[in-house]
């Protein structure tokens, strides 16, 4: 490979800045030999300007240009000729031969199939990325005599101070010639662009030390939870004296040293290995190792397509995947039992509840009263077109006699599935009907004269097959704006829209906060439109009064504060309703470093902090939550585990139990852990865990049902992703398929809370059938077994990430 190019002055350049410096001097001094009669000439002020060298990628020998300080030495003439010094000196009490290696950089070799010549810690040697040998520059000394070499190879690095009770840390290496003549090479300074690649070598050198002492002090079996909980202070009380103790301690940002462990395991096996092999029997390799993964054991795979239930596997069978769905007919009796009890103590569809078809309704002659639903010929010429009903149905709030006689009905429309985002999905019950957001009031109202039958309704009904006409115990909302609609059970107030409310701004706020309460307020100074975090203090006739939480940053100058932390003011002000927003939490803690999520993220969620010593007099949130009141997870498709982890962060859940066939995915998961010895793991296929469950399995690992209050899911995307090219393959089919996994642990479980997150391909029609759109019959499954149900389309990078992709979420609750 050729020398990168450096550029450097040639024969034909213009003479040195230094020498074009002496000369202007020289010309400057000459022509002011004699001032006395010549005027004053103005003085050109020099400025000294510093640049400050770049760091590199790259040892300098590998620049064109390139100039050594000292000859090159090829590295046998060197070893020669420092032998003979060292042979002549006295080294008769050395027990080995150690030359000193200053001014060294350590590099990959030209040839390495990735880096090629890049700067490379010599920690690493012989890692898991298969670089066996690496090269280095340096000046080798013995007895103030140098000889300064050139690309030398070497496989072999040795470190010293394992088991001394000094703080002394040393390195040598070794190359094939040195190994010969017995020679080693101690690492002493670095050269300058290699100085913070040795810095991390030289750190790791002593983490490696006190990790074999702690391992070989160890009385119990060392495993990762162990280790991150113990060896701080184990390092603290051996070493916690010595000066480069301390400053080694000082380089880490937290006494939790597991990842560090972890991203390093590779160098920490080799270290063990090579001092006593017997070191690798703790556990803590067994959790860590990635090569030899073994802390959770390996479930046999059973089943070669996706286990659902009869109940998902009818509203998915219309589907492309629905030959990759497999029915478990043999459960157990127990679970049946038990899933009928769960269902009826959640108020959700009971188990087995045969499809319904759509009631027949005759024209009546009755009067219309309010409080009827009726319906009307359904308008295709209006932005609703895409309805499939021929009849529109409304729930009449008022009926209203006009001056003419006509007469007018405000009303409130009620919805069949495909005027929601259940679309053009398979829903099993024809006769539920939605109450919506969207009314006819006003100059809008309908036309009594338009009304073709009064329709029976039985509200709040759980039961599609006891409902003799229709049934309706949901209210569909629309947010278009945030992307965001949802069902939601339905409550006494949703039969009044509001348009007739005459309730005031002011009356509102009252009847919503409470003196005590802390808020949002509205904001705007020049054109900055801000939201404020204060304390209602109190009420009066148009106005509220508030107390203002200054941002400790922004308001008072402390730089280091999180954009969150607040201090409560001394004075107070008065807002209009038309102000207040929404409320925030604000909660109390003693010191920064006693900060938990989710105060921890900025202001992410409206979570507010204050730091107070003895506690506020004020009435801030409690953010402690009693580990007996979590509600209890379980994580299926959980990967590394960074969605079960942020939602376990929020502090109202933990998860208790996580389903992956990844290994190195569900190790992760295990390794980063709060408990590990208190997760029930499961290294498998979702479709043996749910045949397990069905059958009523004695297995530990897996959940009955009633123990699940929370299901969090991320189902594969690959067969949904729009750089997928062949989505008509048996493994794409196989891969969307697993969506109705999903839906069938829900089914079986009946979790009080379910999320689910995918990319945005799974809401597209595919052949653009909207009869096959997945995400609209995700939606229809849930909501047909009586969930409220929540869909979002979602950015990270709006809530604090580097990085912007959007994203599919579906959020349930049981009513």
Known sequence: MPPFAYPTPEPTDPSSSREESKTRKRDISCSTADTDHEPSLPVTKRQKVL??????????????????SLPIVNERQAINELAEIWNAGDHSQDEHNIWQLNDFVVYREPGANRHANELYPVHRLKSEDGTIDLLFDGTLSVDNQVRFVQAVPFGCLAIEGYGDE???????????????????????????????????????????????????????????????????????????????????LSKHPSVDFGQAFCANIGFLIRECYGLDSTLLDHPIFDETDPRRLRAIPKEASQHDKTVVTPLVFESFRRMPFSSQMQVIEDVDATVIQK?????????????????????????TSRAVKRGDVVSVAANKESRWKASLGTSWFAYVQEIRTMKTGLQKLD?????????????????????????????????????????QSIVPVQWYATDPEESKGFFVRQKFRTEPTLGAYDFVQLHESDFDCG????????????????????????????????????????????????????????????????????????DIYEVGPESITRRCTVASFKTLEHI????????????????????????????????KSKLKGMGIFCGGGSLDRGLEEGGGLEFKWAVDMA????????????????????????DDYLAKALRHSADSKIATVGDIDFLAAGSPCPGFSVLQQNKDGVKSLRNCSLVASVCSFVDVYMPSYLVLENVIGMATNPKNAKELNVFSQVLCCLVSMGYQVKQLLMDPGFY????????????????
């Open 51 to 68: 640049v400050q060298c770049g760091n590199l990628c790259y040892p300098t020998s590998r620049y064109g240009g390139h100039r050594p």
């Open 166 to 248: 000094s703080d002394v840390v040393s390195a040598c290496i070794q190359s094939s010639l040195g190994r010969k003549g017995n020679v080693w090479f101690k690492l002493g300074r670095p050269a300058n662009e290699y100085a913070r690649y040795y810095d991390v070598s030289r750190w790791m050198f002593r983490f490696a030390k006190y990790v074999v002492e702690f391992l070989e002090d160890s009385g119990p079996p060392v495993t990762l939870d162990l280790f991150r909980r113990l060896f701080h202070s184990y390092v603290n009380e051996k070493y916690g004296l010595s000066i480069a103790t301390k400053e080694w």
């Open 339 to 363: 899933q009928r009890s769960r269902r009826l103590q959640m108020g959700l569809t009971p188990l087995d509840c045969a499809s319904t078809s759509a009631p027949i309704f005759r024209p």
């Open 411 to 451: 009303v409130i429309w009620l919805y069949d599935t495909s005027d929601t985002t259940l679309g053009h999905g398979y829903y099993p019950y024809k006769n539920e009907l939605f109450m919506s957001d969207n009314c006819s009031c006003g100059q809008d109202s309908v036309d009594a004269a338009l009304v």
């Open 499 to 570: 348009c007739r409310n005459t309730e005031t701004e002011m009356e509102k706020v009252r009847k919503d906060f409470r003196m005590g309460d802390t808020i949002l307020v509205y904001h705007l100074t020049g054109k900055t439109e801000t939201l404020e975090p204060a304390i209602i203090r109190g009420f009066s006739l148009h106005k509220i009064t508030l107390q203002p939480l200054l941002r400790s940053g922004r308001d008072l100058g402390e730089k280091q504060a999180p954009p969150n932390q607040v201090v409560p003011a001394d």
């Open 596 to 627: 938990r999520a989710p105060y921890d993220r900025d202001g992410a969620g409206d979570m507010w902090f204050v730091i107070s010593q003895s506690g506020p007099t004020w009435n801030f949130h409690n953010h402690e939550i009693a580990a």
């Open 663 to 686: 290994e190195h995915a569900l190790h992760t998961y295990r390794a980063n852990a709060k408990d590990p010895d208190g997760l029930k793991l499961f290294l498998g296929s979702v």
């Open 800 to 815: 604090g990430s580097c990085q912007s992709r959007q994203r599919i979420f579906i959020v349930a609750t049981a009513p």
